[in-house]
């Protein structure tokens, strides 16, 4: 089993900027891919970046050039920055990690941008 915390959630300004950290524990080895999703109000759960474990990335259109993902931490966290933050980026923000081929996700972390 492995086990993923969020952090790194609030509110914030229209044009500031956070970092969500996504950290692993228990059995991880055999990372396939990480992703962050996030979730608005009355809205389906939406893709926003994927890293494999060769390091490739992949970005929503609609986020592109201001967020980035990466791993760090012995490679058991999966980080997303963003930056220059719009209130349509409020929602809950979710951590997906990917061992051995077994999905396991995260409990969300709530990014509120006030305009």
């Known amino acids: 089993q492995v086990q993923l915390v969020e952090s790194g959630g609030g509110s914030v300004q229209a044009g500031g900027s956070l970092r969500l950290s996504c950290a692993a524990s228990?059995?991880?080895?055999?990372?396939?891919?990480g992703a962050w999703y996030r979730q608005a109000p009355e809205k389906e759960r939406e893709l926003v970046a994927s890293?494999?474990?060769?390091?490739?990335?992949n970005y929503a259109d609609s986020l592109k050039g201001r967020i980035t993902i990466s791993r760090g931490g012995a490679e058991k966290t999966v980080y997303l920055q963003m930056n220059s933050l719009k209130p349509e980026d409020t929602a809950v923000y979710y951590c997906?990690?990917?061992?051995?081929?077994?999905?396991?996700w995260g409990r969300g972390t709530q990014v509120i941008v006030a305009s």
């Open positions: 997906k990690q990917r061992y051995n081929g077994v999905e396991y």
């Open positions: 228990g059995r991880t080895f055999g990372f396939n891919a």
């Open positions: 890293i494999r474990y060769d390091g490739s990335t």
